[in-house]
């Protein structure tokens, strides 16, 4: 049985076509200390001279009530994470407002990433004009042009307005705001699309070939071939875009600021805020902290399930 | 200052000094395509003569930049021996970077500051008084009114040069209001006037009788300083006030106006909040009056475009309430406690004051000057929007209320975490009554006041 | 899906050479340009918009807001954009960003490859937690860690250089590293393991056999470590004094005020310019990504 196709995913001839050379057990669990330190020596450097210690330095800030102007602090013990979640209303609707976003901003991004990379991962004349074209809106970025473009396609006598016929403060209602931030989310999938792209060019040709003679074809080779084998990709796809979307800033720093009544007032939003407006750095670095808390334990339960549905071409459990 | 590198400075300095030990000894010699030079290197080098080095930092745009940096050429000119360096941003990312500059003991010779902020830089010690350097004439106040220089004062120390004087202002579009066949108000009408007004604006012309941020933070100061008391008590650790019946009716004033179409809703607002001057409804003909602050007419009045007609009017005042004007530092230049060269720092920040060809150059781009002779030398220059505010000005000058002490020390996080989320925009939003309205500002209000003055 | 049917498509076209183009194409051809182009239609709108609003003059852009056809058409904020601040133009902002972008690119894709193979190929001793850690330093929010990172930039003297900007990326960034090792785990593992029994050591598995088939993946890594880079702003801000050293990104942010004047037709000038190299590296790098590796390389 081949290690490159999910066995009982995969149709017969499929396999068949693939490398069948039998593993070396031994050869795949040796440990090789030196080498492995050895290819990541560049990331640790980098990462124990430039990243530790600010990482270290926040944490030990969250106990504190440091206020950056004022380079003296003192310990407050866990009295800002007492605030967080007793006394601070705004914490709660900020919370409330990162997890809305990330349950249907991340979803719909990536579905939408991954439809149009199938719909462009085609020889189709013009299809790189295509590709250019959706994934040109990922580049506009987080500008003052881009905040101010947003605003006029979502103003009351706006492009929005003007199709649908109808005639909704998109940015100043807070059953709406949310939304116009989620839309913006979504057209700007070019990075998660991409990524899917390379992924389906990578996968072996041989292997449509195989199911084509075999008989399958279309929904069946979807099913069969590249959702499998597309399968780290998608885990990528999900783990970036679920620690990004709980790290959402830029978007709502420049077009709403947290307005209307607090809905779009993202975790990350309210933290810099707390930190270089109302300067209150200690506070900051705690709400960081317990943002890294949860993240944490949601890619944590993604890694988890990865081994239900993840399936590698090298089969080594992660 | 160095004790001022206590703590926190000396946690990083330590855990920096092991990490430079093991940081790669000879750094690539980089080429950044410019220049890239550290800053001492800049001064060491001392090409053009230059002996000591000046660092000068401002918020501002294109125009600000552009002839804050031909006067800083000028004064090199007269100061061949001073080498300027200086560095300019956006508003928001200004005080990001000076923040951090702050914390990293590397905070420029001269910064721009904020009436805003001044209090909150000044109690932790960050900027330098100056009255040493008026004291021995290095910085020349001879052709400045006490008043002018009155909002740089905090404890009785100057802490930072006024660079233009400001004040709110009605426009009104003067067009408009002969469309409407109505009468321009006096300089001392009331909020019931300004109603009136509106109303019958919108009513005649079928758009906006007002547009602009009623609800501002700012309109709550100025209502209590034209009853002759203070948003904020005296150190800070309350609010200054105790009658809410103003605020009561104020608030109830603009939410009627609201409801009735007569200005727009808060949920407009929102959804064009953090536009520009440029894009206010009276550019584009869909509001009759607006306020802004004074120099900014300069903005509205480009972005109208020629052939507008735009008369200038103090705030509306409260029913027996003194003017709710009074003139601002539109921002000052301060002299930071981490200087590496202050005496230098106080002759620009004089030269800037007091030069004539420096202020032709400026052009009184940050507000209206406050050196007599400048003005005086400026007058023939100025343009037609700019020859309205010095008039503006010159006019309201006599009767403004006198500035309000600078903001207390929890003054932001106020603003930004009770004020606008509990207090204003519930309201607004018609989820919340005005008593509970009224009530909640005091109560959230004075918690964080007092937290922020403990501290 | 259309891997698929692709195959068929093309042989339907070069049955039918001699008619012309709109009768040669097969009705899903047809649906599919429709579709797929009046997407695409909706998507650029925002940026037509952009660049409209960059050709209009200065009394129009706030008066003649929502139309993509400017009344009267206008260069002029392209010149006055690109003279950028008393006397220090867009040319050296843009030879900044290429700079800091195209040097800090090459760092990034370059050891992503060599760290994400390390963590992708090699067992070894606490393989597990560095990794947990790199995925970590993605969930703390940056904004608190500017401080800290500034004062140990400041001690070692390199405020003001492109140190701070560039040294870091010598490790790679934990997105292009864990993005690689995904590719890197999808290509079968018979290949090394063939090799390592012909006598070729890690390095050479990671050169010969490794990094030719994970080309699509360092593509892509490029293309978006190069727009991130061009884009990222608070980097520059926090550790450029000197506006010589200024990079586009910052430029931009330099010439908004709200409270003073707005030049907003240089504004949408200059952003509208500074896509411009962003969208020309993704034109001439998808080539790559499209032609792939698809067959080759698996042959082993």
Redesign the interface.
Known sequence: MSNALPAPAAPASATAKAPTRPRKRGGARRTDNLMGYLFIAPWLVAFLAFTLIPIVASFVLAFTNYDVLNPSWSWVGLQNFERMFTRDPRYIKSLQATFFYAFTAIPLRLAFALAVAMLLNTHRRGVSTYRAAYYAPSIVGGSVAVAVMWREIFGADGLINAILGTDITWLGNPNTAIWTLIVLAVWQFGSPMLIFLAGLKQIPREFYEAAAIDGAHGGQQFWHITLPLLTPIIFFNLVMQLISGFMVFTQAFIITGGAPLDTTLFYALYLYQRAFVSLQMGYASAMAWVLLAIVAVMTALVFRSSSYWVFYGSQEEN | MRN??????V???V???V??A???AA?PA?A?????????AVAAEGGDGATSEL?VAW????????R???A??LFEQLHPEIKV???????D?H???M????????LPDVMQQDYARLE??VS?G?LMPLDAYVADGTLNFDNVSESALAGGIIDGQLYGVNLGTNSMVIVIDADKLAEAGLEAPRPDWTFAEFEALATQLHENLGIYGFTGGLSNEQLWKNLYLSLGEWVYNEDGSALGYEDDQPLLDYLGMVKRMQDAGIIP???????????????NDI??GDAAMTYV?S??L??LS?????GRNFLLVPMPRPEGGASTNYLKPSMFFSITSQAKNPDAAAMFIDFFTNDIEANKILMA?RGVPISSAVRDALQPELDVAQQQIFNYIAEIESSVSPIPPPDAAGH??VI??VY???VM??FF?G?QSLEDTVRILREQANAVLAESAG? | MDSATTAPADRAMSRSQSRPLWRRMPTRTLLYHLLVGGLGILMLYPILWLFASSFKGAAEIWTNVRSLIPQDFTLANYTNGWRGFGGITFATFYANSFFYAGVATLLTVLASAVVAYGFARINFVGRRIWFACMLATLMLPVQVQIIPQYIIFSELGWINTFYPLLLPRIGGQAFFIFMIMQFIRGIPKDLDEAAEMDGCGKGGIFFRIILPQIVPALITAAIFSFYWTWEDFLTPLIYLNDPKLYTVSLALRSFADPSGQTDWGAIFAMSSLSLVPVFVIFVAFQRFLVEGISTTGLKG
């Open positions: 001022r590198m206590s703590g926190f400075a946690l990083f300095l855990m920096a000094l990490l430079s093991c940081a790669p750094a980089a950044p395509v410019a220049e890239g030079e550290s800053t001492e660092r918020w501002g745009s294109q125009n600000r930049h552009d804050t940096i031909a800083i050429e360096v200086y560095e300019f941003s956006g508003w990312d005080w990001t970077k923040t951090t500059q702050a914390a990293g003991g590397n909150e830089w932790r960050l809703t808060r949920e407009t607002e929102v959804a064009e909040q953090g536009s520009s001057v440029e894009d550019v584009s602050w120099n900014q300069v903005a480009a972005a109208a475009g020629e781009e932001a996080n930004n975490n606008w989320p509990l925009d519930p939003y989820q501290q």
